[in-house]
């Protein structure tokens, strides 16, 4: 399978404002391929809340300020169909790959990608095993976004098989991550994690190897605070990492994380509060705001008792090929809720919306 002729015409996912619907639009793109570029043949596209906050960001008057197509979409899986004269020796047609693109010039959701793999902005890709089937390629369009975002943020703290650590949104996709990598890869011990998730998720933690006595349902109590200030009874947490959005502990945090000096972490992917994902990002503003004054003045000025860190996903060639190797040892599996075909893409991010979804949403070509 390849590309052939002088130009491609295919689809891609666009939108105007949030007042218009999402709608596949006829691209071209001209061939051969430019010498440092390869063609994807696109099989799956990861959604991520990330997409929502951009679609609601541009209320129709926004878009009057910038006025053009918007596209969506970070993650994907596919089938390399074109190789540029640089990359002869690197990459074959027929190759298939899963990767990441930082911003939403590319947009994943769209049947053809034309990637840069030398460029730090399309260098997130991974060579999967041939062996690897067209249906299980589309699980792989699920890891990119969470995965980085993950395991950057347990890189802050030095981690051990001593560590103890808790994880706001245990069932949330980077929780289920988090859950993985701090058991089979940092080896830390059972005992030591405590998840914080509904209570229709406890069999799905548990499933990943979270104690029962160590769930706590955030929809049974009016705070954390009590829940985890008992759970610190048995030892001071040396990571709290937040993939949901709370703020409870910060009064009793001295007593429920280690000090600065004995490297207690606390990293935050959402800020104070758990946003509406059917919300702006300029909704989602204060939240993180409240997150950024306290990194300002705990970490920079220096004056809180813990490190403290709003965290944010960044492209790492080196952090995806983590993702593909663990996957290989069964160290880690992407837990996917639910695949829709492209046809019925505002019904995948209905489902996102949701919130309810427990696993990856993902959309296939
Ligand atoms: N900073 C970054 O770079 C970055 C990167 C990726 C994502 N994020 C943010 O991280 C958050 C999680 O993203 P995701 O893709 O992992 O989410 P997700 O998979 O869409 O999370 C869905 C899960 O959230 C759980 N949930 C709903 N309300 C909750 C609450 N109040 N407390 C705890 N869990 C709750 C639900 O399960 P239960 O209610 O059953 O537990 C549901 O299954 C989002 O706000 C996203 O925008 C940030």
């Known amino acids: 399978m390849s590309l052939e002729g002088t130009s491609i015409e295919y689809d891609k ?23 440092d570029e ?21 209320h ?11 596209t969506l979409g970070r993650d994907y899986s596919g089938t390399v169909v074109q190789v540029g004269s640089d990359l002869q020796n690197q990459y074959y047609v027929g190759d ?20 840069k793999p030398k460029t730090k902005h399309d ?39 001593k560590s103890r650590v808790v994880i706001i949104g245990g069932s949330t996709s980077l929780g289920w991550t988090a859950i993985q990598l701090l058991l089979n890869h940092y080896k830390v011990k059972p005992e030591n994690l405590v998840s914080v998730n ?6 799905f933690v548990q499933e990943l190897g979270v104690l029962q006595q160590n769930t706590i349902n955030y929809d049974q109590v009016d705070s954390l605070q009590n829940p985890v200030l008992e759970k610190a009874k048995d030892g001071k947490f040396d990571l709290i990492l ?33 946003p509406v994902y ?57 837990i996917v809720d639910s695949i829709y075909r492209s046809e019925e893409v505002t019904e995948a991010y209905k489902r996102l919306e949701s919130n309810q979804a427990r696993g990856k949403v993902i959309v296939k070509f």
């Open 242 to 274: 937040d993939a949901a959005g709370n703020s409870d502990l910060f009064d009793h945090i001295k007593e429920i994380l280690k000090s600065k000096e004995e490297n207690g972490h606390y990293v935050t992917l959402v800020g104070d509060h758990k």
């Open 123 to 161: 260098a997130s890709i991974v060579r999967v095993d041939s062996s690897v089937t067209d249906e299980k390629l589309v699980d792989f369009a699920g890891i990119p976004l969470v995965f980085l975002t993950t395991v950057q943020s347990l890189s802050v703290a030095p981690l051990s098989d």
């Open 198 to 203: 509904g209570s229709r998720s406890n069999s």
């Open 38 to 58: 390869i063609a994807v043949k696109v099989t799956a596209a990861g959604l991520n809340p990330v997409d929502l906050g951009i679609y609601y960001t541009f």
């Open 13 to 35: 996912l666009t939108f105007k404002d949030n007042a218009s619907p999402l709608t596949f639009k006829k691209v071209t793109h001209k061939l051969p391929v430019s010498k």
């Open 60 to 70: 129709p008057w926004v878009s009057c300020l910038f006025p053009s197509y918007r």
């Open 278 to 334: 059917a919300s702006s990002l300029l909704a989602r503003f204060p939240s993180s705001f409240a997150s950024f004054k306290r990194f300002i003045y705990w970490n920079l000025i220096g004056g809180g008792p813990i490190h403290y860190q709003f965290r944010n996903v960044h492209a790492s060639k080196k952090d995806i090929d983590l993702a593909y190797r663990l996957y290989k040892e069964g160290n880690y599996k992407v």
């Open 96 to 115: 298939k790959v899963f990767g990441y693109v930082p911003t939403l010039s590319t947009g994943t959701l769209a049947q053809y990608l034309f990637l």
